[in-house]
């Protein structure tokens, strides 16, 4: 029971703030094989986010190379797998959100 809107605002600070988790999401980003967009069944959806850091999250990807649903499939990938990315979620929705 936690919002979507929250946890993948966290996602996006956690991306932009930090480098290890940035690095680690990255670099896992440039190892797998990525279907072209037109190619994935895919399901739109969307959350609000404050202007900054939309801003901030898109220049990183570009400065990384990896694209923004890349960041966030992988995000939710480690979310749904490993216990210390749901504490690092729920403690950024408790400090910036």
Same mark, same amino acid.
């Given at each position: %029971? #936690? !919002? *979507?809107?929250?946890?993948? &605002?966290?996602?996006?600070? #956690?991306?932009?703030?930090?480098?290890? /988790?940035?690095? *680690? *999401?990255?670099?896992? #980003?440039?190892?797998?094989? +990525?279907?072209?967009?037109? &190619?994935?069944?895919? $399901?739109?959806? %969307? +959350?609000? /986010?404050? $202007?900054?850091? %939309?801003?901030?999250?898109?220049? *990183?990807?570009?400065?990384?190379?990896?694209?923004?649903? &890349? $960041?966030?499939?992988?995000?939710?990938?480690?979310?749904? !797998?490993? !216990? +210390?990315?749901?504490?690092? $979620?729920? &403690?950024?929705?408790?400090?910036?959100?």
């Amino acid at each position: %029971g #936690i !919002s *979507i809107t929250k946890a993948a &605002q966290s996602m996006m600070h #956690i991306f932009c703030d930090r480098s290890r /988790y940035r690095n *680690i *999401i990255s670099n896992r #980003i440039e190892e797998k094989t +990525w279907l072209p967009q037109s &190619q994935r069944p895919t $399901v739109s959806f %969307g +959350w609000l /986010y404050p $202007v900054s850091l %939309g801003d901030n999250f898109k220049n *990183i990807c570009s400065k990384h190379k990896v694209k923004q649903y &890349q $960041v966030m499939e992988e995000m939710a990938n480690e979310y749904n !797998s490993n !216990s +210390w990315m749901r504490n690092l $979620v729920k &403690q950024y929705m408790n400090t910036n959100n």
